[in-house]
């Protein structure tokens, strides 16, 4: 004897009913946790209400722009999506998230109407130059939090933006890391440029001993420092023991991974690597030559000085 299903169609309806009647608070905190791109593409549109609770400003303080789906798949401009959820804030943005698109003139139209933000992520960013990213920070000057990870921007840049906002508290400065290549420039330019951080995150860096020492002597106030894979560090001796007194918070070299959300594949430079990685950071084979058109050699006799401060901050 077959069993009698529990769920009319009038209990169906109840229960639809009884979302939409949800007190406003808590469907906000229902509708914030599916991202501006589900809300600017759905949820809003569900009724009435949920159009109102998603047109307030207190909605779009933080934007998070990661999109989960396929991107070859997708049918939404995200850079267009963006200046809506902007524009939305009303000037009360406190944190956007960008990764994997953006442009010079996005962070513009960011910056021109959210001088309260406190943290910016820019992942995989590589639409953005130099000269855009340093214009977007020195206008947001309570900015405190700052990822720019996965991108081509240079040492000179590194710099820049310490020297602009210097009472930043927290850097995350990731990619992959790259074998047979060691490069302080960047630990170099957070030690002498960034004395107030108080969190860094440098996953994947090819910084060596000198820059860890560097960036311990002119960050005094670092509580947390993140060195997972950065391989070319040997922390045996006294500067090991120096890294774990000074810091409450502390990942080393070899520590598990699993809570690192990217790529943790280690890329080994070779006669292959062009073929199966590609250039770094989608350079064209004209941007690695040296001024004299000699193409740099990934081998032990290489001078690669001359491109670090580009790649491998």
Not at 31 to 52: E, M, Y
Not at 262 to 282: A, H, K, N, Q, W
Not at 304 to 313: G, M, P
Request: glycine share 6%.
């Amino acid at each position: 004897m077959a069993m009698e299903s529990n769920s009319s169609p009038n209990s169906l309806g109840e229960e639809a009913r009884n979302w939409l009647e949800l007190p406003a608070d808590v469907t906000s905190m229902i509708l914030l946790k599916l991202g501006p791109v589900d809300i600017l593409t759905n949820a809003q549109d569900v009724c009435s209400s949920w159009r109102k609770i998603c047109e307030d400003p207190l909605m779009w303080r933080v934007v998070d722009m990661r999109y989960s789906g396929d991107w070859w798949d997708m049918d939404y401009d995200l850079e267009e999506m963006c200046r809506q959820a902007v524009d939305r804030s009303c000037g009360q943005l406190i944190y956007i998230n960008i990764e994997h698109f953006g442009t010079d003139d996005l962070l513009h139209y960011i910056t021109q109407s959210s001088n309260q933000l406190r943290k910016l992520r820019l992942v995989y960013c590589n639409r953005i130059s130099d000269e855009g990213l340093i214009k977007a920070v020195s206008k947001l000057p309570l900015l405190e939090d700052l990822e720019i990870s996965f991108g081509s921007f240079d040492v000179e840049t590194l710099e820049t933006l310490g020297q602009c906002r210097p009472l930043l508290k927290s850097l995350k400065l990731n990619r992959q890391f790259y074998r047979r290549v060691e490069c302080d420039k960047g630990a170099l330019a957070i030690a002498e440029n960034m004395p107030n951080l108080r969190h860094l995150q440098i996953f994947g860096n090819s910084l060596t001993n000198r820059g860890l020492e560097a960036i311990l002597d002119g960050c005094p106030d670092l509580e947390s420092l993140d060195l997972r894979q950065c391989f070319n560090l040997n922390l045996a001796g006294q500067l090991g023991a120096k890294c774990s007194e000074k810091i409450k918070n502390l990942r080393l070299p070899h520590d598990p991974t699993d809570d690192y959300e990217f790529s943790t594949e280690i890329v080994e430079y070779g006669d292959d690597y062009e073929e199966d990685y590609g250039y770094p950071f989608g350079l064209s084979d004209t941007d690695l030559l040296t001024d004299d058109d000699d193409y740099y050699e990934f081998s032990g006799g290489s001078d690669f000085s001359d491109y670090t401060d580009l790649y491998f901050y």
